[in-house]
């Protein structure tokens, strides 16, 4: 592993830079690449073998651009591929799995919610962790159509507020005290799902963690970048760059090319 290599991170779209911000925020020396593979978003409600496709497809992208460790910034790419991934390449992986773990640790009425894509809720993955937790109510809601809004600029849309109003409802009708965000693309969400959510109901994501996580596995391995200049920050996108260019407020790279 060379150092001096880039971290790759890819995503089905925008949703996984919530996971680059915490990245570059407590490693603000490493250089980063970022696919995002809106062409093919939402990855959701797409078949296990679709996704662990794409996922390779992604990967090989980051591997010829040298990256030295892929953080899959997607919980439907994770809990549907990173097995096949970690078996096909030599690469570490880091993945984002929905933070069932920390809101039942934390739940004084044992009662979570969790807002997630369908192909996050049915994988094996998902089940295996939340069977863990089973003195842990947990109430499970797709998010559909949610990420295509995302992508499509709508977040602030009506359309948004009603969709959330419809999904939040039923969780805190079961008196939920923590609602975990099981999609990277959520955590955008948070100010309009604030507003929905009585104040007593916490709001958890998994993106510091997943940036905890890079560091340690980078520092085990002896392939932190020196801090001698500040990393370079790379976005690829294979449609419209426009969102992702406003969400990331004009201040870095924003690459259009198929992939
Ligand atoms: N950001 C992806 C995730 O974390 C969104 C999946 C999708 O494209 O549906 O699950």
Redesign the pocket.
Known sequence: MNNNNPIGLF???I??TSIWKEIHELLPYEDTIYLADSKN????QKSKDEIIALSIKNTEYLLNQNAKIIVVA???ATTNAIKELRAKYDVPFIGIEPAIKPAAVKSEKHIIGILA?Q??LNSELFHQTAEKFHDTKIVEQIGTGL?RLIEDGEMHSKEMDSLLRKYLTPMIEANIDYLVLG???YPYLIPQIQKILPKDIKIIDSGEAVARQTKSILSERNALKSEDKKGEAVFYVNSSPKVLTEILQDKYKVIARDF
């Open positions: 995503d089905s779209g949703g996984g978003a939402p990855y959701g997607c919980n439907t894509t192909g996050t990420v999609c990277s693309h």
